[in-house]
């Protein structure tokens, strides 16, 4: 039997040989610019590593240990979790309204639909500078139409107070991630056949009605994928944060993907910046994990 079954394994790769050819280059590059970095992430973790003087002591699992026990990590994680809920829900609400308005017949609807996709295509560092001088305590315009309309007696420091500064950050990242929703949700729903919509109308169904029995039940393998890619995203995003605070004031706004840059590039300490990449990966590898059980449980 096992004779038989190596033979048939061989007489396949045989057969597809020049396939493998086409795309060992591919496979190649990728093992050497993806395969190699998070191997010696891992490898790093596990040393006292100093980016100043470029030595290397091995310490095994101390990192982990060391951060694993220590009550500030988990204060980051709700932080990060914060963060990740509140950009990946207010996205996808927002990209839902959006999507549902550019589906109807309106006049300019190509325009709207082009307009929605500027904010996605400014570079995010841009964006984030922009906010930041919107919601400037003396200059930014939030604050100017705020006092306008009396709702505050002075500027107030949306930034540079640690129980407003991540909302500040979050009404950023949702500008900037809402079109990409947008677009997909707004994808899923031209795929639904209009047949659907017209019956349920004969059936004597209203708008709320449809839009809860046959648009959200047909969008909710388009909405499954789009928010798994939103919280990844979301979840490893720096830009945004760091241009507008630095992960402050008071640490208010410090994520993981933060936290990994202060500690392994600003500090120098590699080997710790290392541990809490690796542990980073593994919360997003539980993410995957998640999308593939769901994913081929439902067959969405």
Same mark, same amino acid.
């Given at each position: 039997? +096992?004779?038989?079954?190596?033979?048939?394994?061989?007489?396949?790769? /045989?057969?597809?040989?020049?396939?493998?050819?086409?795309?060992?280059?591919?496979?190649?590059?990728?093992?050497?610019?993806?395969?190699?970095?998070?191997?010696?992430?891992?490898?790093?973790?596990?040393?006292?590593?100093?980016?100043?003087?470029?030595?290397?002591?091995?310490? +095994?699992?101390?990192?982990?240990?060391?951060?694993?026990?220590?009550? *500030?990590?988990?204060?980051?994680?709700?932080?990060?979790?914060?963060?990740?809920?509140? +950009?990946?829900?207010?996205?996808?609400?927002? #990209?839902?309204?959006?999507?549902?308005?550019?589906?109807?017949?309106?006049?300019?609807?190509?325009?709207?639909?082009?307009?929605?996709?500027?904010?996605?295509?400014?570079?995010?560092?841009?964006?984030?500078?922009?906010?930041?001088?919107?919601? /400037?305590?003396?200059?930014? *315009?939030?604050?100017?139409?705020?006092?306008?309309?009396?709702?505050?007696?002075?500027?107030?420091?949306?930034?540079?107070?640690?129980?407003? *500064?991540?909302? #500040?950050?979050?009404?950023?990242?949702?500008?900037?991630?809402?079109?990409?929703?947008?677009?997909?949700?707004?994808?899923?729903?031209?795929?639904?056949?209009?047949?659907?919509?017209?019956?349920?109308?004969?059936?004597?169904?209203?708008?709320?009605?449809? $839009?809860?029995?046959?648009?959200?039940?047909?969008?909710?393998?388009?909405?499954?994928? *789009?928010?798994?890619?939103?919280?990844?995203? @979301?979840?490893?995003? $720096?830009?945004?944060?760091? @241009?507008?605070?630095? +992960?402050?004031?008071?640490?208010? @706004?410090?994520?993981?993907?933060?936290?990994?840059?202060?500690?392994?590039?600003?500090?120098?300490?590699?080997?710790?910046?290392?541990?809490?990449?690796?542990?980073?990966?593994?919360?997003?590898?539980?993410?995957?994990?998640?999308?593939?059980?769901?994913?081929?449980?439902?067959?969405?």
């Amino acid at each position: 039997m +096992g004779r038989v079954f190596r033979s048939q394994r061989l007489r396949y790769v /045989h057969q597809h040989r020049w396939a493998y050819l086409l795309i060992a280059p591919a496979a190649v590059f990728l093992l050497a610019v993806v395969g190699y970095p998070i191997v010696e992430t891992f490898r790093l973790s596990l040393y006292q590593s100093q980016a100043s003087t470029a030595t290397e002591t091995f310490v +095994g699992l101390t990192h982990y240990e060391a951060i694993l026990t220590d009550q *500030a990590f988990y204060d980051l994680l709700y932080r990060t979790g914060k963060w990740v809920l509140a +950009g990946v829900l207010g996205k996808t609400l927002l #990209g839902l309204l959006i999507a549902v308005a550019l589906n109807a017949d309106v006049r300019g609807q190509k325009f709207f639909r082009t307009a929605f996709l500027i904010p996605w295509g400014i570079p995010y560092a841009i964006s984030a500078v922009v906010f930041r001088w919107i919601e /400037h305590p003396q200059y930014g *315009a939030l604050n100017a139409a705020l006092l306008k309309l009396g709702v505050i007696e002075q500027g107030v420091g949306i930034l540079g107070n640690p129980d407003t *500064a991540l909302l #500040g950050v979050v009404v950023a990242d949702i500008w900037i991630g809402t079109p990409f929703m947008a677009i997909i949700i707004l994808a899923g729903l031209q795929s639904i056949p209009v047949e659907l919509y017209e019956a349920a109308s004969i059936d004597g169904a209203d708008r709320y009605q449809q $839009f809860r029995y046959i648009t959200l039940p047909q969008l909710k393998g388009v909405l499954f994928i *789009a928010t798994l890619l939103s919280t990844i995203w @979301t979840f490893v995003s $720096f830009d945004v944060i760091w @241009t507008m605070t630095r +992960g402050g004031p008071l640490n208010a @706004t410090t994520t993981l993907v933060i936290q990994i840059y202060q500690v392994g590039l600003e500090n120098g300490a590699m080997g710790r910046g290392a541990a809490y990449s690796v542990i980073g990966f593994f919360v997003l590898l539980m993410f995957a994990l998640v999308y593939i059980r769901v994913y081929a449980g439902d067959d969405l």
